[in-house]
């Protein structure tokens, strides 16, 4: 059987949002040293690509595009009040995007099992002719239309568990039925959007499935959500690829966030999507890197998904049992999703 791939690489630093940034070149730097010591029996590491200009095109606009570029030529630009780039940050959101799209490639052609692209900056949140919340280009939007495009994906999950809702990944294919984008996100908090009557437009209704979270929930909250809702409407739908928009930011630890998962809850997550994968999609997996600020956290957190995703049966202890307090909100997800589901 083919090893499970990462790809990441020391490039990926060169994308500098300035000194204090939260999204600073130091979270890939904790996972280059993880690189050096995954065993080469169980993984693969896959050198990025740069991504085409068409690629990007598949979801933002040109003009969009030739903004981002345009910032190459200056030391500092501010694309909003939390987008900043540098004269290396164009090039290396190419890299982002291609290195994923790198790796799709890989798992479709049987290269790797499945897979998690290490790559920075985050995307879900960028929006077709808008950089947003530290996002130039929305890769894990653009993988999905590579995987229609290239592998004839007739139905692509992408399951976002980032501490932020994914707008940008939503907006992309609001009205989209043969993308179910599902997200579990701090609610109220920034982008503000994710609300749980946001469901979807004209023949996507159904399709966009949020349940928004309230402050401090952790690993009995997270499961439950995914044995109740995330897993029975992901078997409903029956994806032929699975991709992960995977931000620990939802950490206990993380400065930007309010929840309090632990590594072992994002290992049992994976888990959950994993064997999802194995039964629906040929095993088609990939995990993105999207937030997660706390480096200690990220590192042990994306240790735990890459464990899963090799095999391993972790002894967590957890379950779905527990996390009685968002009972309510699980009922009324289920309640405004019912017609579609």
């Given at each position: 059987?083919?090893?499970?791939?990462?790809?990441?690489?020391?490039?990926?630093?060169?994308?500098?949002?300035?000194?204090?940034?939260?999204?600073?070149?130091?979270?890939?730097?904790?996972?280059?040293d993880?690189?050096?010591?995954?065993?080469?029996?169980?993984?693969?590491?896959?050198?990025?690509?740069?991504?085409?200009?068409e690629?990007?095109?598949?979801?933002?606009?040109?003009?969009?595009?030739?903004?981002?570029?345009?910032?190459?030529?200056?030391?500092?630009?501010?694309?909003?009040?939390?987008?900043?780039?540098?004269?290396?940050?164009?090039?290396?959101?190419?890299?982002?995007?291609?290195?994923?799209?790198?790796?799709?490639?890989?798992?479709?052609?049987?290269?790797?099992?499945?897979?998690?692209?290490?790559?920075?900056?985050?995307?879900?949140?960028?929006?077709?002719?808008?950089?947003?919340?530290?996002?130039?280009?929305?890769?894990?939007?653009?993988?999905?239309?590579?995987?229609?495009?290239?592998?004839?994906?007739?139905?692509v999950?992408?399951?976002?568990?980032?501490?932020?809702?994914?707008?940008?990944?939503?907006?992309?294919?609001?009205?989209?039925?043969?993308?179910?984008?599902?997200?579990?996100?701090?609610?109220?908090?920034?982008?503000?959007?994710?609300?749980?009557?946001?469901?979807?437009?004209?023949g996507?209704?159904?399709?966009?499935v949020?349940?928004?979270?309230?402050?401090?929930?952790?690993?009995?909250?997270?499961?439950?959500?995914?044995?109740?809702?995330?897993?029975?409407?992901?078997?409903?739908?029956?994806?032929?690829?699975?991709?992960?928009?995977?931000?620990?930011d939802?950490?206990?630890?993380?400065?930007?966030?309010?929840?309090?998962?632990?590594?072992?809850?994002?290992?049992?997550?994976a888990?959950?999507?994993?064997?999802?994968?194995?039964?629906?999609?040929?095993?088609?997996?990939a995990?993105?890197?999207?937030?997660?600020?706390?480096?200690?956290?990220?590192?042990?957190?994306?240790?735990?998904?890459?464990?899963?995703?090799?095999?391993?049966?972790?002894?967590?202890?957890?379950?779905?049992?527990?996390?009685?307090?968002?009972?309510?909100?699980?009922?009324?997800v289920l309640?405004?999703?019912e017609?579609?589901?």
């Amino acid at each position: 059987m083919a090893r499970s791939a990462v790809v990441i690489d020391p490039e990926y630093l060169k994308h500098d949002p300035g000194e204090f940034h939260p999204e600073r070149p130091e979270r890939l730097k904790v996972l280059l040293d993880l690189a050096a010591e995954l065993g080469s029996k169980s993984f693969q590491l896959l050198p990025p690509r740069a991504a085409l200009r068409e690629e990007i095109e598949s979801c933002h606009t040109a003009d969009y595009i030739e903004l981002v570029r345009a910032t190459s030529k200056t030391n500092r630009y501010a694309l909003d009040g939390d987008t900043v780039t540098c004269r290396d940050s164009f090039g290396v959101g190419l890299l982002a995007v291609g290195g994923f799209l790198r790796l799709l490639d890989a798992i479709a052609a049987g290269e790797a099992r499945n897979g998690f692209a290490l790559v920075r900056p985050p995307g879900h949140h960028a929006l077709r002719d808008r950089a947003m919340g530290f996002c130039l280009f929305n890769t894990v939007a653009i993988g999905a239309h590579h995987v229609r495009r290239h592998y004839g994906a007739e139905r692509v999950l992408i399951m976002d568990w980032d501490v932020h809702h994914g707008n940008g990944t939503q907006d992309a294919f609001y009205q989209d039925r043969s993308v179910l984008y599902l997200s579990t996100h701090q609610y109220p908090y920034y982008p503000g959007s994710g609300a749980a009557e946001e469901v979807g437009e004209g023949g996507g209704a159904g399709y966009t499935v949020n349940v928004p979270l309230p402050a401090g929930c952790g690993d009995e909250e997270y499961l439950r959500v995914f044995s109740e809702i995330v897993v029975p409407t992901a078997e409903k739908f029956a994806p032929d690829w699975i991709l992960v928009s995977a931000g620990f930011d939802p950490h206990r630890r993380d400065p930007l966030g309010g929840m309090n998962v632990t590594e072992s809850g994002f290992g049992a997550m994976a888990a959950m999507l994993i064997a999802l994968a194995e039964k629906h999609a040929g095993g088609k997996i990939a995990f993105l890197l999207e937030g997660g600020y706390d480096l200690a956290a990220l590192k042990n957190s994306v240790v735990s998904v890459l464990e899963r995703m090799k095999g391993e049966s972790m002894a967590d202890g957890l379950g779905s049992h527990g996390g009685e307090a968002i009972e309510p909100l699980i009922r009324r997800v289920l309640r405004i999703q019912e017609q579609y589901w």
